[in-house]
């Protein structure tokens, strides 16, 4: 006996779960985008009398305290030929000479050109570039909880942040692999970044010749594009954190990694590193004022060595407990020196870079 056919329509599976995740993955790449295009008000901590008090101060700084450069005679030489007056290391500045030198050549914004070309970011004006985290020693795991970061972490984080559409850079360090030798370990970093991701990256600031090794790697990657035909310049394709070591010194390290960027035409984040109460005036306004004042002169010295090389200014400020001596992260003051900094960055016409978004668990949430 035949089975009559049923006149009962099929009924259709519900969407699942898996269904929804694997809608989610083919539609990543429509989804991107390279940067965002800030729509929204900046919000504003200062107005315009206190924002010029602190450039006023900054600028006191320099002139009358002065910066130190450290084991690096060519950096005295070139402040020595602009106009400064350098004593020993310690170089004093007229007063708004470092803001005159990086205005007059510092570009407003530029692009990052990335080995995806879809990926490439603008930096600078109304767009705001999210990248992953820097410079943890230490990650955490299910089956081992906290440790020291190894390369094979270093990797999955750069496949996370390529995966990530709400992350539009590769990042730098995003952690540090302690399982590799120091004098070798930044060539596996940048090739992790160049194997794994198509975004733009960071590069090595551990050592000038690191620096320089970065910008060979670079050159080997992106061929003949690396130069500009318009300009016969090299394009910018390495964006690069240098950090001042503060208070009032910049090193023969940091500024020797510094020189071999501007000189190849690669972004700096001139970055002061400060924890108040330590490495600063404990008040939001004296770490403000401190944090520019350093910030000046490493953008303004990489104007002398290439005029129009890319800066960023960037801040990291964080407070100190006075009681114990030991670094708090998640208060407020710190998020003030941010919004502070900003507003300076913009008034001084540079792109600006920051951390944020951390609170204070005992498991960090930024």
Not at 281 to 291: F, I, K, N, R
Not at 313 to 339: D, H, I, R, W
Not at 341 to 353: N, S, W
Request: hydrophobic letters at 40%.
């Amino acid at each position: 006996m035949e089975q009559q056919p049923s006149s009962q329509p099929a009924r259709s599976r519900r969407p699942s779960g898996r269904d929804a995740k694997i809608a989610a993955r083919t539609a990543r790449s429509h989804a991107f985008v390279p940067y965002i295009t800030r729509q929204i008000p900046y919000y504003e901590v200062l107005g315009t009398e206190g924002l010029e008090l602190l450039e006023h101060n900054a600028d006191t700084i320099l002139e009358e305290i002065g910066i130190d450069f450290r084991d690096d005679a060519e950096s005295l030489q070139l402040w020595k030929a602009a106009g400064a007056d350098v004593r020993g290391e310690r170089v004093r500045f007229p007063r708004g000479m470092c803001r005159t030198i990086v205005q007059r050549s510092a570009p407003r914004e530029f692009t990052q050109y990335a080995r995806n070309p879809a990926h490439n970011v603008v930096i600078g004006g109304n767009r705001t570039v999210f990248a992953p985290a820097y410079g943890s020693p230490f990650v955490r795991s299910l089956d081992e909880g906290r440790r020291y970061a190894r390369i094979e972490d270093f990797r999955n984080f750069v496949k996370l942040t390529y995966m990530a559409t709400s992350l539009h850079h590769s990042g730098g360090t995003i952690c540090e692999p302690v399982d590799l030798p120091v004098n070798k370990r930044h060539f596996d970093m940048v090739y992790s970044h160049i194997k794994y991701s198509d975004k733009p990256y960071m590069g090595s600031v551990t050592h000038p010749e690191r620096a320089r090794d970065t910008i060979e790697m670079t050159r080997i990657l992106f061929g003949d594009a690396f130069t500009d035909p318009l300009t016969g310049k090299p394009r910018t394709c390495i964006i690069s954190l240098i950090n001042a070591n503060s208070p009032l010194t910049w090193d023969a390290t940091m500024l020797g990694a510094l020189k071999a960027y501007a000189r190849a035409n690669q972004a700096t984040i001139v970055t002061p590193f400060i924890l108040a109460g330590a490495m600063s005036p404990v008040t939001v306004a004296g770490t403000a004022a401190q944090t520019l004042a350093e910030s000046l002169a490493g953008m303004a010295l990489a104007q002398l060595v290439n005029p129009g090389a890319p800066v960023v200014l960037g801040s990291f400020a964080s407070s100190l407990s006075m009681q114990s001596g030991a670094p708090t992260f998640g208060t407020p003051e710190p998020a003030l020196v941010l919004y502070v900094m900003a507003a300076l960055a913009r008034r001084l016409g540079v792109p600006f870079r920051s951390g944020g978004s951390l609170c204070s668990p005992r498991v960090s949430a930024g």
